[in-house]
């Protein structure tokens, strides 16, 4: 069976200092956080070590993240040659959006479903980027990576995810299909990003 890889990227830079979201491949990536089922380990990628990440994504039999669709896959992609297209994709945060009707944020759905939060956010690590403090990004972008993968399989187990509403200040549940694929059914899962 092939891997399942969940990931998560860090930036460089903000989209203030790009000239907005329509300039993602300007964001530049700091690190790239990957926890490996079939290793059952965490890694951290520095930009000279993207050899070794894209042998782990080319060989994959998909890729779990959270907006990755829309972020973290766009913003890796001008640093690779492996094209993430063809790369098997679970974006869970589309899934929620389909349920809730609306984006709900990592940290509100890992406190509410797991009891716990982001250690950071991601303006800290362009900060401690601009620092040199590399060592602190890769421990927060794991961080998001164990809680991405945490919520995953709280999904899978339950059927749903929790958050905390704003309006009614409640727990709310919402349903979602994070079952594992089978890997002859990968070529008909929606790859673009």
């Known amino acids: 069976m092939r891997d399942e890889l969940v990931l998560d990227v860090e930036t460089k830079k903000s989209f ?4 907005g979201k329509g300039n993602m491949h300007l964001l530049g990536v700091s690190v790239v956080g990957v926890y ?10 520095e930009e000279h070590q993207f050899p070794e990440l894209e042998n782990m994504l080319a060989s994959a039999g998909r890729v779990i993240g959270f ?3 829309h972020f973290d896959f766009p913003v890796l992609q001008p640093h690779l040659r492996v094209d993430l297209r ?3 994709h679970l974006d869970l945060m589309e899934d929620v959006e389909r349920g809730a009707g609306f984006r709900i944020s990592l940290d509100n759905l890992a406190q509410a479903s797991l009891g716990v939060g982001k250690s950071g956010n991601g303006l800290q690590a362009i900060t401690w980027w601009r620092e040199g403090n590399i060592e602190a990004i890769k421990k927060y972008c794991l961080d998001d990576v164990r809680i991405t993968r945490d919520l995953y399989e709280y999904g899978k187990k339950h059927g749903s995810v929790a958050f905390n509403s704003r309006d009614t200040r409640a727990k709310v549940t919402v349903l979602v ?3 594992v694929v089978p890997p002859e059914l990968l070529h008909a899962q929606e790859r673009l990003f």
């Open 16 to 19: 203030q200092e790009v000239g």
């Open 67 to 69: 907006n990755s669709k």
């Open 86 to 88: 063809q790369v098997g």
């Open 36 to 45: 490996s089922y079939q290793a059952d380990k965490f890694f951290a990628f």
């Open 177 to 179: 299909s994070w079952a």
